[in-house]
């Protein structure tokens, strides 16, 4: 009753016994026959069995110290003689495979039960880890990603060099509030968009500052874009896109492997949405800057409704690729705006704005 065929490896030789296993009550006995023929016995305390977890039939135990002894048997009998001859000790713990032995509506049940806890966990539990790790991020290490990133990037536009130097001349003279070295590349394209890197890089589509008329809605536009990279918005982003890649080399700790996974992904990620919550941030830090410099906030009313009477469907704006442009975000503008006080006439901030107008003629 207590006897079983097994395969023995003695740790030393390559080659596998035929052997018998047999259960005393503290501790475990293999007879078998070496190469000349000599009847051999090993014993097992039966403390140190280790059981060897896998996904067939075939159970296997280890024992000793490296090169460890070890145990093939595939009577399916075993498992219960064990559970009956010790049961103070477990050698088994409930395998994977045990669930393909229940019936159909309990395997489908465990499978919905999988999908939605991997649903919660994409849809609340990884935004939630991106914001985190984004906090956590180097600062240095970020400008240097989203360096790479616009390197990698920027040879698919075509840059117009002149509009580059004099929208930059246009931000320098606007306190945009934030640690981050702001740098604007303007590019020749007509879609009505722009977009923020991680670390300071903003890319700004010529088509957006031909729709615009004064200076109060570009400043708006470099203001909201600055407030995504300010409170880190495209990283968050970035990281819950590429969540799985990431989180594996931040596990490994392989900065390098972060930033090669950004720079292969780098036309993707520039077009990654914001959500409501982000933009709504953005909103708000933008519109701090603006009372902080003293500019009035019609900017922003007037930047939305410039793309607003664009496109004329509100959602089916161009710039919802990057930016939901929602009612409510207008509403809120107009709101700032009615309790805004004092305005100051910033003339430096105009004649900057009339050479960005004479280079877009």
Same mark, same amino acid.
Request: net charge negative.
């Given at each position: 009753m207590y006897n079983f065929s097994v395969r023995y490896h003695d740790g030393r030789l390559s080659i596998a016994h035929d052997a018998t296993l047999t259960l005393m009550p503290d501790h475990w006995l293999i007879h078998y026959r070496d190469p000349s023929g000599e009847l051999v016995s090993a014993?097992?305390?039966?403390?140190s069995i280790v059981t060897d977890e896998n996904f067939s039939n075939l159970f296997i135990f280890r024992y000793g110290e490296f090169p460890q002894q070890t145990i093939e048997c595939k009577d399916d009998r075993l498992p219960e003689t064990l559970k009956k001859r010790y049961s103070e000790k477990v050698f088994f713990k409930r395998r994977i495979t045990d669930i393909f032995k229940l019936n159909n509506t309990t395997i489908v049940g465990v499978a919905l039960a999988v999908l939605a806890l991997m649903g919660l966990g994409y849809w609340f539990g990884l935004p939630w880890?991106?914001?985190?790790?984004?906090?956590?991020?180097?600062?240095?290490?970020?400008?240097?990603?989203?360096?790479? /990133?616009?390197?990698?990037?920027?040879?698919?536009?075509?840059?117009?060099?002149r509009l580059t130097a004099v929208t930059s001349d246009f931000a320098k003279a606007i306190d945009f509030k934030t640690h981050y070295p702001i740098r604007i590349t303007v590019v020749k394209n007509k879609e009505v968009n722009a977009f923020a890197l991680p670390g300071g890089r903003i890319v700004v589509f010529d088509g957006?500052?031909?729709? /615009?008329? #004064?200076k109060e809605e570009l400043a %708006?536009?470099?203001a909201h874009e600055v407030s995504h990279v300010h409170y880190r918005h495209s990283l968050r982003n970035i990281f819950r896109s590429l969540g799985g890649y990431l989180f594996i080399s931040l596990l490994l700790n392989d900065v390098n492997g972060v930033v090669t996974v950004l720079a292969d992904n780098?036309? #993707?990620?520039?077009?990654?949405?914001?959500?409501?919550?982000l933009e709504t941030e953005a909103d708000s830090k933008g519109m701090a800057i603006f009372k902080a410099n003293g500019l009035d906030?019609?900017?922003?009313?007037?930047?939305? #409704?410039?793309?607003?009477?664009?496109?004329?469907?509100?959602?089916?704006?161009?710039?919802l690729s990057t930016h939901p442009l929602t009612e409510d975000r207008?509403?809120?503008? %107009?709101?700032m705006v009615k309790g805004q006080g004092a305005?100051?006439?910033?003339g430096d901030l105009e004649r900057k704005w009339e050479v960005i107008e004479n280079e877009l003629k």
């Open positions: 014993r097992w305390a039966l403390h880890l991106a914001g985190a790790v984004a906090s956590r991020f180097p600062v240095s290490t970020e400008v240097q990603m989203g360096d790479t /990133m616009y390197e990698n990037m920027i040879r698919a536009y075509d840059v117009d060099e957006i500052l031909r729709k /615009m008329h #004064t %708006a536009l470099l780098s036309n #993707t990620l520039a077009n990654l949405t914001y959500s409501r919550e906030l019609k900017g922003f009313v007037d930047l939305f #409704t410039v793309l607003k009477g664009e496109h004329g469907d509100v959602e089916a704006l161009k710039l207008l509403r809120a503008a %107009a709101a305005v100051r006439d910033d």
